[in-house]
């Protein structure tokens, strides 16, 4: 049965070769320059605490609108598409916290759980929240940090 709703690409596969509802909202840089488009998909690209008060994540994140260049976002995105440090992973000695959400459409929990797994220093704080919650939910986030720097 497919995925249907506002989210249902996120369901899909890597691999899936089924064209999507619409646009592919995360890799549109419109969201940089238009307050309102950015209101209207940050739930479906956000997830988490997004999905209850985009009015939140425009003003959070609002200072972004025309940050950057066209060219250093095409150099992120494809960054993002070919680099791969898994291999460096388990040369890293030092401790590292990774805090990921689960409902994050962009970066998937399961990529922080290989990560915990390859760190050999690791902890894996998974918390219900999506892509940005570090900054829309700072008060229940920012202890977990501090406890973790203060160890």
Not at 32 to 48: N, P
Not at 59 to 82: E, F, M, N, P
Not at 114 to 143: C, E, Q
């Amino acid at each position: 049965m497919p995925a249907t709703g506002p989210r249902s690409h996120r369901n899909r596969g890597p691999h899936d070769a089924r064209p999507a509802d619409g646009p592919d909202e995360d890799a549109h840089p419109r969201r940089f320059v238009d307050r309102d488009y950015l209101a209207s998909i940050a739930a479906t690209i956000y997830g988490g605490s997004t999905d209850f008060g985009n009015a939140d994540i425009t003003q959070i994140i609002g200072h972004q609108l025309a940050a950057g260049s066209r060219r250093g976002y095409l150099y992120q995105l494809l960054a993002g598409s070919v680099w791969a440090c898994l291999f460096a992973l388990p040369a890293i000695r030092q401790p590292t916290l990774i805090v990921a959400g689960t409902d994050d459409p962009i970066i998937p929990i399961i990529n922080a759980h290989i990560m915990a797994r390859l760190l050999p220093h690791a902890t894996l704080h998974a918390h219900p929240g999506g892509h940005v919650d570090l900054l829309t939910n700072a008060s229940t986030l920012s202890p977990i940090i501090e406890d973790f720097l203060a160890t």
